[in-house]
């Protein structure tokens, strides 16, 4: 059974840091372009950041560059998202997503992604 789990979400006040990591179970990631997207409520489903299959390209929106950082260790099967000096307007679910495609500038696309998880839920408040 093909299976993304995402996981490391939770409550923090501005200005501190998680780390999301999404593990696939199934079939393995390295040949994937893994995206994570986030939903606040009210509002459309948002690429946040994706990293090529083979590690050397990585996209993120504006809004978290200089915070966020993806990375994939491919011997865990797993892809991270380190978020540092988060925000509350960051307060999202966040999904992972695996897709094979050519990585790109649709890479933020939601559409070109063939597999999702469930999401985890971040919270930035004070």
């Known amino acids: 059974q093909v299976q993304l789990v995402e996981s490391g979400g939770g409550l923090v006040q501005p200005g501190e840091s998680l780390r999301l990591s999404c593990t696939a179970s199934?079939?393995?990631?390295?040949?994937?372009?893994i995206g994570w997207f986030r939903q606040a409520p009210g509002k459309d489903r948002e690429g946040v950041s994706a990293?090529?299959?083979?590690?050397?390209?990585?996209y993120y929106t504006d809004s978290v560059k200089g915070r966020f950082t993806i990375s994939r260790d491919n011997a865990k099967n797993t892809v991270y998202l380190q978020m540092n000096s988060l925000k509350p307007e960051d307060t999202a679910v966040y999904y992972c997503?695996?897709?094979?495609?050519?990585?790109?500038?649709?890479?933020?696309?939601?559409?070109?992604?063939?597999?999702w998880g469930q999401g985890t839920q971040v919270t930035v408040s004070s």
């Open positions: 997503a695996a897709g094979s495609f050519p990585f790109g500038p649709y890479s933020s696309s939601s559409y070109v992604y063939d597999y």
């Open positions: 199934g079939f393995t990631l390295d040949h994937f372009v």
């Open positions: 990293i090529s299959s083979s590690d050397s390209n990585t």
